[in-house]
């Protein structure tokens, strides 16, 4: 938790930009697995934690402009309570921690934003994530369950996002703290993955060390020998010679600020040359972006630098041809690489997406492409001094991908259809690290993390 200061002046500013009305900012409640007691591990709203700091389950921030007040709602507990959870603070004593003097009981919501509803005072609210909170908005607004979507107030989705995009010395800080236990991880990965164990193996131990490192996992890690699927979970695959490995892991720091990491390597000691010679291609277009970010860019721009680099590659493989600015306008170098660049990094691994794309990663002037590829690049627009973004290129080999263009003679003119067979059992490869935009360009984040084929080599080959 920051000081009480900090969140003051975060509502503050929140107000200033907001001018009128009733800013209503839940926390989230627990969530339930397979029974109403059996809770998954509570994750506070992440919207919620920026202004009011707080981890504890039922409350909800309100911050009424027209009268000039901040307000925390929420029930302390009782006796019953107490001899299952241990004495808690009190929710006065936990307010003013985060700067809060005016403390209700969650009850007295209802009535509140009624006396405020009965005088035509607009009531703001972001979009729901969880069907707990389109219930709710229902239930104390009153709004029609099929009416809320188009209830939410995009100018409080677009001062928040002004707000969170731009992160404060201390919220770095926490970042680099998630990062570096993801660095740990990451190691442990690169370390002891061995050829026989399976990927539930090495994925339960990378948990074990997100938690240890006082937070848990910030999403589900994706280690796998089945790489060309971009979002593949541990399973019981075995790691078996001759694969490569991915392993995109990320720990939240107690924080809840994440790092989000990805390295690729061979389940055997040393890649193989044709290995290597795709990793080149990859992590060659990884750090060309990388240098590129600074103030004044538009992220797209990157990406699409990124796209050209590896279309470089590839054409040295001989696997693709022709003009590398019109393999990409055309969308050529999506049989490789089908996704984005990378996205912001913050309390959400990708941070903010809950507040809707078009004004995360997009503004009113620059819309979302339609196109494969470019249509699932989260985030587009201007990159600022204070951003934190990842930068993940990667090359996927996904056969049914490869098949189903080869059949239709897909841009032919770029792609040499007849080398790709070569590569229908190779996987896929994805570098990823986290940076912080500066002043006069980038900040690497957190403890530089072995990317080279030889530092990756080094490290497969300890005993
Ligand atoms: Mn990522």
């Not at 800080?173 to 993955?193: D, F, H, P, R």
């Not at 924080?255 to 290597?276: E, H, I, M, N």
């Not at 680099?309 to 089908?338: C, P, W, Y």
Request: glycine share 10%.
């Amino acid at each position: 938790m920051f000081s009480a200061s900090l969140y003051r002046e975060r509502r503050t500013k929140l107000g200033a930009l907001m001018s009128k009305g009733i800013i209503l900012l839940p926390g989230n409640i627990e969530s339930s697995m397979s029974y109403a007691a059996n809770h998954y591990p509570f994750r506070q709203d992440s919207t919620f934690l920026y202004y009011f700091g707080l981890k504890r389950p039922g409350l909800v921030g309100l911050i009424d402009l027209d009268q000039g007040t901040e307000l925390l709602f929420g029930d302390d507990i009782d006796i019953e309570d107490l001899v299952w959870t241990g004495p808690v603070a009190s929710l006065a004593t936990e307010a003013f921690e985060v700067g809060v003097s005016h403390v209700r009981r969650l009850r007295d919501l209802k009535g509140y934003l009624d006396t405020a509803r009965s005088t035509g005072t607009p009531i703001y609210f972001l979009p729901p994530y969880r069907p707990e909170h389109t219930l709710q908005l229902h239930e104390w607004l009153e709004i029609p369950i099929k009416e809320i979507p188009a209830s939410v107030s995009v100018l409080l989705i677009k001062a928040i996002v002004s707000m969170r995009s731009i992160k404060g010395e201390e919220e770095v800080a926490e970042i680099i703290k998630g990062v570096n236990i993801t660095n740990t991880m990451q190691l442990a990965a690169l370390k002891y993955s061995r050829e026989g164990m399976t990927e539930a193996q090495m994925g339960g131990k990378l948990q074990g060390l997100a938690i240890a490192g006082g937070g848990n996992l910030a999403f589900p890690t994706i280690f796998t020998v089945n790489g060309q699927i971009l979002h593949n979970h541990y399973g019981d695959n075995k790691l078996t010679k001759g694969r490569l490995v991915i392993c995109d892991c990320g720990a939240a720091a107690p924080s809840d600020y994440s790092g989000d990491l990805t390295r690729t390597f061979p389940v055997d000691k040393t890649f193989t040359p044709l290995q290597k010679e795709v990793y080149q291609i990859v992590l060659q277009a990884q750090e060309t972006a990388a240098a590129a970010l600074k103030p004044g860019i538009l992220y797209k721009d990157i990406h699409l630098l990124a796209c050209a680099e590896l279309v470089k590659g590839l054409q040295g493989l001989g696997l693709m041809r022709g003009d590398i600015n019109e393999s990409v306008a055309e969308g050529a170098h999506t049989l490789f690489f089908q996704c984005g660049l990378g996205h912001m990094l913050g309390l959400d691994t990708h941070d903010m997406e809950n507040l809707g794309e078009p004004y995360v990663g997009y503004t009113d002037t620059l819309i979302k492409s339609t196109q494969f590829g470019l249509k699932f690049l989260r985030l587009a627009r201007t990159l600022e001094t204070g951003f934190v973004v990842t930068v993940e290129p990667g090359l996927y080999f996904i056969p049914e991908l490869m098949d189903e263009w080869r059949a239709a003679k897909k841009l032919e003119q770029f792609i040499n259809y007849d080398k790709l067979d070569a590569f229908r059992n190779f996987g896929g490869i994805r570098i990823e690290e986290d940076f912080l935009v500066t002043s006069t360009g980038r900040k690497l984040l957190g403890d530089p993390l072995p990317k080279t084929v030889n530092e990756i080599e080094n490290l497969r080959l300890c005993p």
